[in-house]
């Protein structure tokens, strides 16, 4: 039978078995499939979207057995083009989108058993109504399978971890043996007996299976919440004053989001009504969250904690001045900050992180090897502080010299992982966009493990836009 | 040459380089190497104690290419054998309780980079010293590696997680390639960029390389502690006591554990000069622990939280009396249980956990599966409520029947595994001393996963007792 003759007979019987909204084949209908959040689109073969479970491992089954190669895609919103299909057009995508069919919240056991096509804000509804809550916060909503095949992180890692340390359980479909189901939904906080297949798959990208339903660990919910924007003379003295906001207040540290002064101003700028919250200049700003799941009639007030706290600081040397705010009102500046760096130009963006001890001596060498660099790039930087993680954004005008930015990549990185042994991608994971950098700074022993793992899930190579061997 | 000169030459390569306290051949001195925490001992063709990470590299090299087979130790206090000798002394003991290299702490990033050889209290002795703390809390002091090949988790894992959950990096040893160094000590808190040595060791109990350093997360220590005594008529009620105190006062829950009267009984009897800390009997009683890094000069008082909660339970059906006492006096209580329990006759122990949400349920039926196979069996369970888990020890008399002990144990298994979705090991890990219900449990495709890590890093197989493939 002809290539042209078996392909059709696949898309038929794709079709027969899922239905029409089950298999997208029309450029149109494809096209939303196609696009990456940051980075250039690319071309699928049809897009699948199964229903089930069940429907999930058929179609993995069938495609595998084509000898089809897959691209598995929750909502879309990763930074690194894990999920977009590659330019050649030869991948398939299967779509998580309609995988909707388990929700099971057990509030007894603060946990909920979902579905990969769930959005982050789905579960975030679904918890509230039993006072309950997911610990991830984040600005985009992606789906629960992306979620745990990113191992997301957020701007709360600092108090409860990213996925991986929520992650209580995992059912995934594997391509090889092709569609069969692997892992646990068993969803136990305590369990001591050998290999955990949610671990294995929370990071990896979607290279060894594609994730079908996750069990999610819930608290609950945040009654109190005091939020605080401090401006300092610099970074040094910010990280200072975490390790004394730690010390005074450590149990309600939820964020401690570091800001520079060109990323603020972007933001404000943006910001349809958004006066400057300081009076004066500043180099740097901090924005301190405290929040607490214990209610204001015990007593506990963290308002009032966190101002005896800032009013004790503003005495000190380099903290220069404190706005007390509502939540909603500050997080909102730095909320805006990516939209309005992006805005202004040519974005490029580095989501590195080192030890928090290093924090404030490699931003210093960053920002020098920028200006050494590319010394016309705009430094819009914004961080997790107390993960130790920089999200180094620059702003280029249009047109800058690809080569020179590539070469600044490499500094930067080299930077990072070489000089201060850090992360050259800490929450955004590995895809084609920075798969050359894990080449780069990868152990070969850490390398050949994922080689023999991609060869037991994967021999044929059929799976994902990443190669961790 | 002869098995006999091979033997002697390799025993005379390892005193060259270790010395003689490097190296233990004569029996009085394995003996203690040779001993098991909880079960029988084994026999150890020599122990090897290497002092530094080249030391314990070339180690491993040495015996692995001379054909030995090895067993890693660190301090032994391991439960299900995974770090004795077998009794027919073929293996060789890696001891790592030399291994003392390295103690290095970074207070700004709040971790600790430590060797293999050091014990928990020592980490919580150094931490100390910073303000910092350690969060695993257990009656026994493990080795830093024991605890990480161990995922070790202990009283306070409600709050801050077990090892796995504080590891932020580890640097291990192969057998294949021989002596091979693997993993990080960067010790990012942030770092998404694919697989993790430290992940895969935590929790594969020797199976896959020898620990020989780990970065640990710290916490700021806790400066307040609230504990309580409640007496309650059964155990939902104990659970409804948990969802009501995570609702009120979640941030600062560190410990709920549960302990059924005759639990109680037998600690009270065993410690000198203690008295009933209740006037009544009880069914079950749950100790409570609040902790705080929050100093009391902010005006947070754990205490008056406390009081202020339990007063409020007491009005409640079923919650029967509390008793509000200092921490060493209620902990005393609850730590004495697996020892006087223990002094009670022979000890069968179960260490297993469900879902919060079948905990009750699961007792009964568990209580009801001891009195129909073994009624002669005296039930002294304690639990970590918090984390669903529970230690179902019970005491029997001496010279009980060894087959009904085993049939009772399948039974207990089979019950939490298949009927509660549970687990049958749910802190101590996977030793030869529960391999059978590995074997039993675990799905094929975990098996033949970890055979194929087997296969990758010990092809041989002459590392550890465990076989979890």
Known sequence: MSVHALSQRLQARLQDRLGPQGVLLAAADKASYEASARHAGGHAQGVVRPATLEELSWCVRTLAEAGCAIVAQGAATGLVGAATPSAEGSQWVVSTQRLRDRLQLDPQHRSVTVSAGYRLSEIQRAAAEHGLTFALDLSADPSVGGMVATNTGGSRLIRWGGVRDNLLGAQAVLVHPP????????????????????????????AFGIVARAVLRLHPVQKQIATALVAVESVPVAMALLESLEDRLGDFVSAFEGMSAHAMHAALSHLPGATRPFAGGCEYAVLIELTSAVPRDTGLDLDALLLQWLEGRLQERGVLDAVVDKPDRLWR????????????????????????????????????????TLPQAHVCDFGHLGDGGIHLNLVLPPGSDAQRIGLLRTRIYDLVVHTFGGSYSAEHGIGPYNQEYYERYTAPSTRALAG??????????????????
């Open 179 to 206: 569609g069969q189901t692997v892992g646990s939904l068993r969803g136990l906080r305590k369990d001591n007996t050998g290999l955990d297949w949610a671990q294995l798959l929370s990071g990896s990208f979607g």
């Open 333 to 372: 500046i730095r909320h805006a900050i990516s939209e309005s760096v992006q805005a202004l130009g040519q974005l490029v963006a580095f989501d590195v992180a080192v030890k928090r001890s290093s924090f404030a001596a490699f931003r210093a060498q960053a920002l020098e090897t920028v200006r050494a």
């Open 452 to 469: 023999v793992l991609h060869e037991h899930v994967d021999p044929h190579r059929r799976l994902g836009n990443v190669r961790l061997d």
